[in-house]
């Protein structure tokens, strides 16, 4: 028999508010010879200020074991900025060698866009995950004073660059539109910038289907916005595919449509699917938080597990019920579960 062993790491803010309705989806579109088994883990704010625990070493073990993660957000108000944020979830980007994080932008029917038109938007964005910025390769001198230097820095290596690009080049070459568009910034970061154009140049002539293109991620922004049906995968680093995915998704619908999977495609380790948004405490607790994107990322879920079929009904649901819904009469966050889960059943 066929069965799924799921981590679910509801988080903190709206993060189990979505969480819930992903898990609600994700059991009514298995079929029945598919055992579904969630494991609950306690970790974020609540934790935080009751043990002073982000992630011990036993629950990340104790992770390992399952076969993929699905994840609300985290992040609270109450806890000192980057204590969540580094210490549970890029903990687990790391320790899972999550290179490639995953986010896909589709303009879906009947979606409000803040761009003129409706513009062909389609496109997939592979940032890569485990490197750049992110490593927290940095520190702070004469913390406090006026003579302080603070300095954050950039580790790109030529494995940790090559092996996101090839994925790249893969799921381009696996689109019909065949184009990959490299976003950096190679004419002030030149040393980073130069090591991923000359790495797609070279992972470029196995790919000769493939047409590649080069932007500035200054000049990217203005394209997303005013051209966004030129892109069709775009490869960059941890830091500026962070920035752009908020931005695709803010022209594609919102951050309440913005899927993603923390991939590792060799199966190491499990991968992580969650929103591209976080614990928003603005809205927590309102019913308000609309949960599409952990639902299409529950979809991303499905496609690495190898459930194809399944993740296309939850996609196909998903563009249904965006197709009827009206800005005037908004549901609540478990409405639109119940309406996606009832529509994945039926
Ligand atoms: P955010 O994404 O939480 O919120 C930005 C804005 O988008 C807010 O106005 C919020 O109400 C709105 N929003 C977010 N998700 C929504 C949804 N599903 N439906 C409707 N509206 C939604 O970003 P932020 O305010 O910068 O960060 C809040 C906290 O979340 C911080 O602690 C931050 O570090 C953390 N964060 C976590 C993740 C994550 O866990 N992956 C991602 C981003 C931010
Ligand atoms: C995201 C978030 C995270 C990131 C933060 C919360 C560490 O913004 O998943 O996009 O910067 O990757
Ligand atoms: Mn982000």
Redesign the pocket.
Same mark, same amino acid.
């Given at each position: 028999a066929r069965s799924i062993d799921l981590a679910v790491i509801p +988080?903190d +803010? /709206?993060g189990p508010e $979505?969480v819930d309705q992903g898990l609600k989806v994700l059991s009514a579109v298995l079929p029945g010879d598919v055992k579904l088994e969630t494991t609950r883990y306690d970790l974020g704010a609540t934790r935080w200020h009751a043990t002073g625990e982000t992630l011990p070493e036993a629950e990340l073990e104790r992770l390992k074991g399952h076969d993929a993660i699905l994840l609300g %957000? $985290? +992040? @609270?108000p109450t806890v000192p *900025?980057g204590v969540l =944020?580094r210490g549970l979830?890029l903990k687990l980007r790391f320790a899972f060698d999550h290179y490639v994080n995953l986010r896909p932008s589709k303009l879906f029917p009947n979606t409000p866009t803040p761009l003129a038109g409706r513009p062909d938007i389609d496109f997939v964005v592979v940032r890569e995950g485990t490197e750049g910025l992110y490593v927290g390769n940095g520190g702070s001198v004469r913390t406090g004073t006026p003579a302080e230097i603070a300095n954050e820095v950039s580790v790109n290596t030529a494995y940790g660059v090559e092996r996101v690009v090839r994925d790249a080049f893969e799921r381009a070459a696996a689109r019909p539109r065949r184009k990959l568009t490299l976003v950096h910034k190679n004419n002030v970061l030149v040393h980073a910038g130069h090591l991923w154009q000359r790495t797609v140049d070279r992972i470029a002539q196995e790919y000769p289907q493939v047409t590649t293109d080069y932007l500035h991620v200054d000049a990217a922004t203005i394209f997303l916005v005013t051209q966004p049906e030129r892109f069709d995968v775009i490869v960059t680093d941890n830091l500026f595919g962070d920035i752009l995915t908020d931005l695709a998704a803010a022209v594609t619908g919102g /951050?309440?449509l913005a899927a993603s999977g923390n991939i590792n495609p060799t199966g190491a380790f499990p991968s992580m699917f =969650?929103?591209v948004? +976080? *614990? #928003?405490? @603005? /809205?927590a607790g309102t019913g308000? #938080? @609309?949960?599409t %994107?952990t639902v299409l990322s529950v979809a991303l879920l499905l496609r690495h597990l190898g459930y194809e079929a399944e993740a296309v009904r939850v996609e196909d649901v998903v563009t249904a019920d965006l197709a009827e819904r009206d800005a005037a009469t908004p549901r609540s966050t478990d409405a639109i579960g119940d309406a996606l889960a009832a529509r994945v059943a039926g």
């Amino acid at each position: 028999a066929r069965s799924i062993d799921l981590a679910v790491i509801p +988080g903190d +803010g /709206i993060g189990p508010e $979505v969480v819930d309705q992903g898990l609600k989806v994700l059991s009514a579109v298995l079929p029945g010879d598919v055992k579904l088994e969630t494991t609950r883990y306690d970790l974020g704010a609540t934790r935080w200020h009751a043990t002073g625990e982000t992630l011990p070493e036993a629950e990340l073990e104790r992770l390992k074991g399952h076969d993929a993660i699905l994840l609300g %957000a $985290v +992040g @609270d108000p109450t806890v000192p *900025s980057g204590v969540l =944020e580094r210490g549970l979830l890029l903990k687990l980007r790391f320790a899972f060698d999550h290179y490639v994080n995953l986010r896909p932008s589709k303009l879906f029917p009947n979606t409000p866009t803040p761009l003129a038109g409706r513009p062909d938007i389609d496109f997939v964005v592979v940032r890569e995950g485990t490197e750049g910025l992110y490593v927290g390769n940095g520190g702070s001198v004469r913390t406090g004073t006026p003579a302080e230097i603070a300095n954050e820095v950039s580790v790109n290596t030529a494995y940790g660059v090559e092996r996101v690009v090839r994925d790249a080049f893969e799921r381009a070459a696996a689109r019909p539109r065949r184009k990959l568009t490299l976003v950096h910034k190679n004419n002030v970061l030149v040393h980073a910038g130069h090591l991923w154009q000359r790495t797609v140049d070279r992972i470029a002539q196995e790919y000769p289907q493939v047409t590649t293109d080069y932007l500035h991620v200054d000049a990217a922004t203005i394209f997303l916005v005013t051209q966004p049906e030129r892109f069709d995968v775009i490869v960059t680093d941890n830091l500026f595919g962070d920035i752009l995915t908020d931005l695709a998704a803010a022209v594609t619908g919102g /951050i309440g449509l913005a899927a993603s999977g923390n991939i590792n495609p060799t199966g190491a380790f499990p991968s992580m699917f =969650e929103p591209v948004h +976080g *614990s #928003a405490p @603005d /809205i927590a607790g309102t019913g308000k #938080a @609309d949960p599409t %994107a952990t639902v299409l990322s529950v979809a991303l879920l499905l496609r690495h597990l190898g459930y194809e079929a399944e993740a296309v009904r939850v996609e196909d649901v998903v563009t249904a019920d965006l197709a009827e819904r009206d800005a005037a009469t908004p549901r609540s966050t478990d409405a639109i579960g119940d309406a996606l889960a009832a529509r994945v059943a039926g």
